[in-house]
């Protein structure tokens, strides 16, 4: 922001966009349009993704999930469904058309996930396979599903993605609830096989059973600490997006703990 009042107390530097690392993704679950202004208007340059999660695509009227979208690409910001929507797709027999209503509603990525069926590393690599070369970008979705028995590596799961074209590995914010040391392994692993820089961890919510507000907060501020400022993040609330900036630039939000991480933080 060139000429603002407070110009040089910008705490820990930031990249900035097109970001290729530290990316923010903001879910959305029903945000509404005067809503979705405002959020761009003071937060537009703060995140890169907006989730429209589940299956909302099809709730929103048309019109108004249309210029959405359009809104976002106008700040640099990519709008997905959520792969949920995808999985109902394929669980309802209508998948082949899936994609083709994606790229008419004037999303450029999508998410290939497996929340609600238990569909195989095959059937993901085939989808993304499919959404590439209908022309759409991708992000796979790695990690545990809740009532859902899964035999796959996590690392092997972020590999057939990746190869099959992912270009960002979602890692399932259920698998990172915990401190435990297989929690740790799990989650390295996925690092080690596709690298930091594909993967993005998303934060956890009230829908996963024992987490609260101050649990997000915990896990954001483990991962900042692990992987540093330049992490990369999914499923920030709306609302706590610019706590989430101003503590990747330890300017508060109990970010006293930062201040030492970077010689140039004021």
């Known amino acids: 922001m060139q000429n ?42 703060y995140f890169d993704f907006l989730k429209i999660a589940v299956g909302l695509s099809r709730l929103y009227p048309k019109a108004i999930l249309a210029e959405a979208i359009r809104l976002a690409q106008e700040r640099d910001i990519e709008s997905f469904p959520g792969g949920q929507f995808l999985e109902y797709a394929e669980i309802g027999g209508k998948a082949e058309g899936y994609f083709d209503a994606c790229i008419e509603a004037g999303y450029r990525w999508v998410e290939v996930s497996d929340n609600l069926a238990s569909v195989s590393l095959e059937w993901k690599g085939r989808m993304i396979r499919g959404a590439r070369k209908a022309g759409l970008r991708v992000l796979g979705e790695v990690g545990k599903k809740e009532g859902l028995e899964t035999t796959a590596d996590l690392a092997e799961d972020a590999s057939v993605c990746v190869d099959a074209g992912a270009e960002i590995i979602l890692l399932e914010a259920a698998e990172m609830v915990g401190d435990d040391a297989e929690t740790a392994r799990l989650v390295q692993g996925v690092v080690d096989a596709v690298g930091l820089e594909k993967v993005m961890f998303e ?11 101050c649990d997000v907060h915990a896990m954001q501020s483990r991962l900042i600490a692990q ?32 201040m030492g991480l970077d010689d140039t933080a004021v």
Not at 26 to 39: E, I, K
Not at 203 to 213: D, E, F, S, T
Not at 244 to 253: C, D, F, S, T
Request: no cysteine.
């Open 4 to 45: 603002h009042f407070f110009q040089g107390y910008d705490g820990i530097p930031r990249s900035v966009k097109p970001r290729t690392k530290g990316l923010t993704m903001v879910a959305n679950f029903g945000v509404g349009p005067r809503a979705l202004q405002d959020l761009l208007e003071i937060g537009g340059d």
């Open 203 to 213: 934060l956890p919510g009230p829908w996963i059973a024992g987490v609260h507000l």
């Open 227 to 258: 992987f540093g400022s330049e992490v990369s993040i999914g499923n920030v609330m709306p609302s706590e997006l610019m706590k989430l900036e101003a503590y990747r630039r330890g300017l508060g939000v109990n970010a006293g703990s930062r």
